[in-house]
């Protein structure tokens, strides 16, 4: 694959796909649009397009499925046949779409032949210019639904044994046969035209030669129509033909010109090639949120069993649609960024499931594995989750974000409402942390969940850390909770509630950070190992030494904050052209064993490195006396926001990829792609939104 991702996409009633196939020379363009009515949840159409350099003959598959909970609920193939039918309908109700019908129609430009089984050089057992199909039956909830894969390569596994032994018995008999087969024709492996008994899920196969398109129209219809209707006719209102054609264009423009009012790269003066890379990369990223619905594997603390965890449901952006399909608690705080200066609403939607996946206690589980599907994407060892394990909080950026909202504009009392619902939750979460994560020493904190070599529970797994013992105070988790106090401290005041206890937790927070966790002989902070018979710092440079930096934790006036400016501008240590390296050039763990987190630049910190000097160092109040490294602040911001943007942008020009992490020598792409997690924040670093 070439590359394939959401060209446009809005997050809420459109988007469009491309999906280039080197291989077999297919270009596919996908797009929906989706229409609201009073009945249930709207309506929708999808239109299928391709193209090649020359016409070739593709076979398309997709498929349909309906869990059926209630008598009344059913999905039906009216009309059926023995060779294909000429036009599908699907006929169906349900208790949350009602009753409805989906049609396939192809479109007036379909460029079709007679594929007959006449044609000698192509060999099948139906018609291939009908519409082939088959009727599985899945059993309802997270076990079977989902899996349409293994059925339909076993139906086109038998079909393709089925064509060969007729070929070599009539080749065998046929009293005209050769010695040689001059020419073995193409076989067709084809779906079955059958239907199980109680079947919930039908699987349709197209053949089609390029270019080609039609539409898949989902429409309500009349409760009252009888079942099994034989009536194919698509009705005139539905989302088809010049209707989709003139509703297309119009979405196409809405989209541009919020993309330009939110995020202003016309504005800036960014180049036409530069803005398809945003409207692409950030559509890759709202495009990507899903539902997710199951139980996950659950370890309690005390219990030596696993257990599975209650069924629930998860409305979340994933990291990456292929590799990472699901729910994971450290990035979603990231995407969340981009996905709140485009829709609020959806934001807060999001933040409100994943808040409502918190347990009794407190603890909302690092990855969100709902159900069998997702379990399929995750080796078995990683499957489970223990509900002492943290993860970085980094859902509170965005309601930091909506709180500091509220304060300067006018309007915002749905996000007031937000912001006093779900600080009852923030505090529960808060105190999960303190019962759970606490250092030896009062306001110090440790991760739980080491090994040797990974804190996979921090987020940055294999950053170098000290041999895991109960001695370790991890600065990068008392930063985490210092954010936490002031953001609880600000929603509180909005919520007109008393903060004090939260400003001065956080104060005594801001001390142990100073006193405890400054390693003056590096010049930076670090962990720190509070052993009665060798106390001393663990300090490796690199992002977890300036996580109080990140989270804007150091006052502007202190000398420290020019120690920690001058490290990141040190291009012996963490400065590249490429961004900022997750760890320093000198230290002896610098790009060894797994270097995941050690070395490779990692968009999510540079984003907190912009907008804390955007937000903590550069727009501030205050002379130079009170803000003497704002200059430098300036330099390094500039500079740092110009790299990142060349080199992503570079990167994606020539490999059509947004990638995981950057190489620190030379700024390839390296992990997994496409990676339109949090590395889309470079859309809100190109309109500089923090």
């Given at each position: 694959?070439?590359?394939?991702?959401?060209?446009?996409?809005?997050?809420?009633?459109f988007?469009?796909q491309?999906?280039?196939?080197?291989?077999?020379?297919?270009?596919?363009?996908?797009?929906?649009?989706?229409?609201?009515?009073?009945?249930?949840?709207?309506?929708?159409?999808?239109?299928?397009?391709?193209?090649?350099?020359?016409?070739?003959?593709?076979?398309?598959?997709?498929?349909?499925?309906?869990?059926?909970?209630k008598?009344?609920?059913?999905?039906?193939?009216?009309i059926?046949?023995?060779?294909?039918?000429?036009?599908?309908?699907?006929?169906?109700?349900?208790?949350?779409?009602?009753?409805?019908?989906?049609?396939?129609?192809?479109?007036?430009?379909?460029?079709?032949?007679?594929?007959?089984?006449?044609?000698?050089?192509?060999?099948?057992?139906?018609?291939?210019?009908?519409?082939?199909?088959?009727?599985?039956?899945?059993?309802?909830?997270?076990?079977?639904?989902?899996?349409?894969?293994?059925k339909?390569?076993g139906?086109?596994?038998?079909?393709h044994?089925?064509?060969?032994?007729?070929?070599?018995?009539?080749?065998?008999?046929?009293?005209?046969?050769?010695?040689?087969?001059?020419?073995?024709?193409?076989?067709?492996?084809?779906?079955?035209?059958?239907i199980?008994?109680n079947?919930?899920?039908?699987?349709?196969?197209?053949?089609?030669?390029?270019?080609?398109?039609?539409?898949?129209?989902?429409?309500?219809?009349?409760?009252?129509?009888?079942?099994k209707?034989?009536?194919?006719?698509?009705?005139?209102?539905?989302?088809?033909?010049q209707?989709?054609?003139?509703?297309l264009?119009?979405?196409?423009?809405?989209?541009?010109?919020?993309?330009?009012?939110?995020?202003?790269?016309?504005?800036?003066?960014?180049?036409?090639?530069?803005?398809?890379f945003?409207?692409?990369?950030?559509?890759?990223?709202?495009?990507?949120?899903?539902?997710?619905?199951?139980?996950?594997?659950?370890?309690?603390k005390?219990?030596?069993?696993?257990?599975?965890?209650?069924?629930?449901?998860?409305?979340?952006?994933?990291p990456?649609?292929?590799?990472?399909?699901?729910?994971?608690?450290?990035?979603?705080?990231?995407?969340?960024?981009l996905?709140?200066?485009?829709?609020?609403?959806?934001?807060?939607?999001?933040l409100?499931?994943?808040?409502?996946?918190?347990?009794?206690?407190?603890w909302?589980a690092?990855?969100?594995?709902?159900?069998?599907?997702?379990?399929?994407?995750?080796?078995?060892?990683?499957?489970?989750?223990?509900?002492?394990?943290a993860?970085?909080?980094?859902?509170l950026?965005?309601?930091?974000?909506?709180?500091?909202?509220?304060?300067?504009?006018?309007?915002?009392?749905?996000?007031?409402?937000?912001?006093?619902?779900?600080?009852?939750?923030?505090q529960?979460?808060?105190?999960?942390?303190?019962?759970?994560?606490?250092?030896?020493?009062?306001?110090?904190?440790?991760?739980?969940?080491?090994?040797e070599?990974?804190?996979?529970?921090?987020?940055?797994?294999?950053?170098?850390r000290?041999?895991?013992?109960?001695?370790?105070?991890?600065?990068d988790?008392?930063?985490?909770?210092?954010?936490?106090?002031?953001?609880?401290?600000?929603?509180?005041?909005?919520?007109?509630?008393?903060?004090?206890?939260?400003?001065e937790?956080?104060?005594?927070?801001?001390?142990?950070?100073?006193?405890?966790?400054w390693?003056?002989?590096?010049?930076?902070?670090?962990?720190?190992?509070?052993?009665?018979?060798?106390?001393?710092?663990?300090?490796?440079?690199?992002?977890?030494?300036?996580?109080?930096?990140?989270?804007?934790?150091i006052?502007?006036?202190?000398?420290?904050?020019?120690?920690?400016?001058?490290?990141?501008?040190?291009?012996?240590?963490?400065?590249s052209?490429?961004?900022?390296?997750?760890?320093?050039?000198?230290?002896?763990?610098?790009?060894?064993?797994?270097?995941?987190?050690?070395?490779p630049?990692?968009?999510?910190i540079?984003?907190?490195?912009?907008?804390?000097?955007?937000?903590?160092?550069?727009?501030?109040?205050?002379?130079?006396?009170?803000?003497p490294?704002?200059?430098?602040?300036?330099?390094?911001?500039?500079?740092?926001r110009?790299?990142?943007i060349?080199?992503?942008?570079?990167?994606w020009?020539?490999?059509?990829?947004?990638?995981?992490?950057?190489?620190?020598h030379n700024?390839?792409?390296?992990?997994?792609?496409?990676?339109?997690?949090?590395?889309?924040?470079?859309?809100?670093?190109?309109?500089?939104?923090?």
């Amino acid at each position: 694959m070439k590359s394939y991702g959401w060209t446009r996409h809005n997050g809420v009633d459109f988007g469009e796909q491309d999906i280039l196939d080197k291989k077999f020379g297919l270009n596919l363009t996908t797009s929906f649009i989706k229409r609201s009515n009073d009945r249930f949840g709207g309506e929708w159409t999808a239109r299928i397009t391709g193209n090649s350099p020359s016409p070739r003959i593709y076979s398309l598959y997709f498929y349909f499925g309906a869990e059926k909970t209630k008598d009344t609920e059913f999905l039906e193939l009216p009309i059926k046949g023995s060779k294909g039918i000429d036009s599908m309908v699907l006929d169906g109700n349900g208790e949350e779409l009602g009753r409805y019908k989906v049609f396939v129609t192809p479109s007036e430009t379909t460029n079709d032949f007679d594929y007959s089984p006449k044609d000698s050089s192509i060999l099948s057992s139906q018609d291939l210019s009908k519409v082939l199909y088959e009727g599985f039956h899945a059993k309802e909830g997270e076990d079977d639904l989902w899996n349409v894969r293994e059925k339909v390569l076993g139906s086109l596994r038998r079909n393709h044994q089925k064509l060969y032994s007729n070929f070599v018995t009539k080749q065998q008999s046929s009293s005209q046969k050769k010695k040689e087969q001059e020419e073995e024709p193409a076989a067709f492996s084809t779906l079955s035209n059958q239907i199980e008994k109680n079947s919930n899920l039908f699987v349709f196969q197209k053949v089609v030669t390029t270019p080609f398109q039609f539409d898949i129209v989902f429409k309500t219809v009349d409760a009252n129509e009888p079942r099994k209707d034989r009536n194919i006719e698509v009705p005139e209102d539905a989302l088809t033909g010049q209707i989709y054609d003139d509703a297309l264009s119009l979405h196409r423009k809405q989209f541009d010109d919020k993309f330009e009012e939110t995020f202003e790269l016309g504005k800036k003066g960014v180049n036409d090639a530069q803005q398809r890379f945003a409207r692409e990369t950030f559509s890759n990223l709202i495009g990507g949120i899903g539902y997710f619905y199951g139980r996950d594997i659950v370890k309690r603390k005390g219990k030596e069993a696993k257990e599975m965890g209650q069924e629930g449901s998860l409305f979340t952006a994933v990291p990456s649609r292929p590799f990472f399909p699901r729910g994971f608690l450290w990035d979603e705080g990231f995407h969340q960024l981009l996905v709140s200066s485009w829709d609020r609403d959806i934001s807060m939607d999001i933040l409100r499931h994943w808040f409502n996946r918190m347990d009794s206690q407190g603890w909302i589980a690092r990855e969100q594995i709902l159900g069998k599907e997702a379990r399929s994407k995750v080796p078995e060892q990683f499957q489970t989750q223990f509900d002492d394990y943290a993860n970085p909080p980094t859902l509170l950026f965005v309601l930091q974000r909506l709180q500091r909202m509220t304060v300067v504009k006018e309007g915002m009392e749905k996000e007031v409402a937000f912001l006093g619902e779900v600080l009852p939750k923030v505090q529960k979460w808060m105190r999960w942390f303190n019962r759970t994560q606490t250092g030896k020493i009062a306001n110090t904190f440790r991760w739980r969940g080491r090994t040797e070599n990974h804190t996979l529970t921090s987020g940055l797994d294999d950053y170098p850390r000290a041999f895991p013992s109960d001695d370790e105070l991890h600065l990068d988790l008392i930063s985490w909770m210092a954010v936490a106090n002031r953001l609880m401290a600000n929603m509180s005041s909005t919520a007109g509630k008393d903060p004090t206890r939260y400003e001065e937790t956080y104060s005594k927070l801001l001390k142990v950070i100073e006193d405890v966790h400054w390693d003056e002989s590096k010049g930076v902070y670090g962990d720190y190992i509070a052993s009665d018979m060798n106390p001393r710092h663990e300090t490796h440079v690199g992002y977890i030494s300036i996580f109080p930096f990140l989270l804007g934790l150091i006052p502007t006036d202190s000398p420290r904050l020019g120690k920690i400016l001058e490290i990141i501008s040190d291009p012996n240590q963490l400065w590249s052209s490429y961004g900022i390296l997750s760890l320093s050039k000198k230290d002896p763990f610098f790009g060894k064993d797994e270097n995941y987190w050690r070395g490779p630049v990692w968009m999510n910190i540079n984003y907190l490195v912009l907008s804390s000097l955007q937000n903590h160092y550069i727009n501030v109040p205050g002379d130079d006396s009170q803000n003497p490294h704002r200059e430098k602040a300036k330099k390094v911001y500039t500079k740092l926001r110009s790299n990142l943007i060349a080199n992503v942008y570079e990167v994606w020009r020539r490999s059509g990829f947004v990638w995981e992490q950057y190489n620190p020598h030379n700024g390839d792409g390296k992990g997994s792609h496409p990676f339109t997690g949090w590395t889309a924040l470079i859309v809100n670093i190109m309109g500089e939104r923090y």
